[in-house]
């Protein structure tokens, strides 16, 4: 008879928790616990369709009911964005907060997808209809915006930190793709603060976190120019040519480099990487097939690179590369350093980037 028991007493307390209606139901009732003046709310009542599953309903009718209470935070929006044209507050404001409420007025937009904070979402059945509520007090959602807008601001500066760290090591290629990501984190921040601003009638700079989220701003422009030339190289390149100096190899690695946004200096102590290569180029052996003649020539070449944030050395090898001509082995040696050069240059970009 026990094991009858809890699923009879389960089953009776779910009666029950479907026949009693909730406050929010009724909307006389709602109204009067759930006044406009200190909720941002939203009702949705929906018939349940043959066939559908409880959940989907109700999930349906949720997603309905924080449309509209979404819709009321948009309507709410706009009514205080035409008040700021009079407001005495916008008059006076100097500052930050003069140029906040400009930008305010002119964009701020609310779409009925926005993601409101702390907002709370109930559900009933009744026989076969379904219906929701969502809802939260003004204060709460001032409140919980103002925890968004701290917590936002506090992962900026922590990635800035992080940013930093690898600015100070040489890894400048890594920091200005991280820095370049890091722009877009600023707009939900703003997008909290003007929703603060249009709920909380008593929001000034400090409670916004104007300051705060101006600095930031500056940093990361400062951060950006730090990095805007990419990254210093100080590279020194001697490349023999059967006995004479050949710049040609230092010009096409320098070519080849340019999209990294590389900036080359003549002094290592200004640079991230110091490149050592050291080349030279040797006969290798001549062919005779009847009329025609083939020379071949090897370019040899030692590159070694320094990480100068650290002076380590994480990187020395050598490399030969062959190349052939119709004409003399000079001419081979050409086509062997035009080669010779995309292979030096993809070893720097693949050790100075990772």
């Not at 007493?9 to 209606?21: D, I, N």
């Not at 603060?196 to 000034?204: F, G, Q, S, T």
């Amino acid at each position: 008879m026990k094991k009858y028991l809890l699923p009879i007493l389960l089953s009776a307390l779910s009666v029950t928790a479907f026949a009693q209606a909730p406050d929010w139901y009724d909307p006389d009732v709602r109204a009067r616990f759930y006044p406009a003046s200190t909720f941002f709310s939203g009702f949705a009542m929906n018939e349940m369709k043959k066939g559908e599953s409880l959940d989907k309903a109700l999930e349906s009718v949720k997603a309905a009911a924080r449309v509209e209470a979404v819709s009321t935070i948009r309507v709410h929006v706009q009514s205080v964005k035409k008040d700021f044209s009079r407001s005495d507050s916008y008059s006076t404001a100097t500052g930050d907060m003069e140029q906040f409420y400009q930008r305010f007025e002119s964009n701020t937009t609310l779409s009925t997808d926005i993601e409101i904070p702390g907002i709370k979402i109930e559900s009933y059945r009744e026989g076969n209809i379904v219906a929701a509520f969502a809802f939260i007090k003004c204060r709460d959602l001032q409140r919980q915006l103002e925890k968004q807008i701290t917590m936002g601001l506090t992962r900026l500066e922590t990635q800035m930190d992080n940013i930093q760290e690898l600015i100070n090591n040489g890894q400048k290629a890594e920091a200005r793709n991280r820095l370049a990501a890091l722009e877009k984190d600023f707009a939900p921040i703003e997008n909290n603060q003007e929703l603060l601003l249009a709920v909380d009638p008593e929001a000034d700079a400090e409670s916004l976190q104007l300051p705060e989220a101006k600095k930031l701003k500056q940093r990361h422009a400062q951060m950006a120019m730090s990095l805007k030339n990419g990254i210093y190289i100080a590279l020194q390149c001697k490349a023999d040519f059967f006995g004479t100096d050949y710049p040609t190899l230092q010009n096409a690695i320098k070519g080849e480099l340019s999209p990294l946004g590389c900036t080359f200096t003549d002094k290592p102590e200004e640079a991230d990487w110091l490149i050592v290569i050291s080349a030279k180029a040797r006969e290798y052996r001549s062919d005779n097939y009847g009329k025609y003649n083939s020379f071949f020539s090897y370019v040899d070449a030692h590159i070694a690179i320094t990480k100068q944030a650290t002076k380590q050395k994480i990187f020395e090898d050598e490399i030969s590369v062959k190349g052939g001509d119709t004409q003399n082995h000079k001419n081979a040696a050409r086509a062997a350093y035009k080669d010779a050069a995309p292979r030096l240059s993809a070893i720097i970009q693949q050790q100075i980037t990772q």
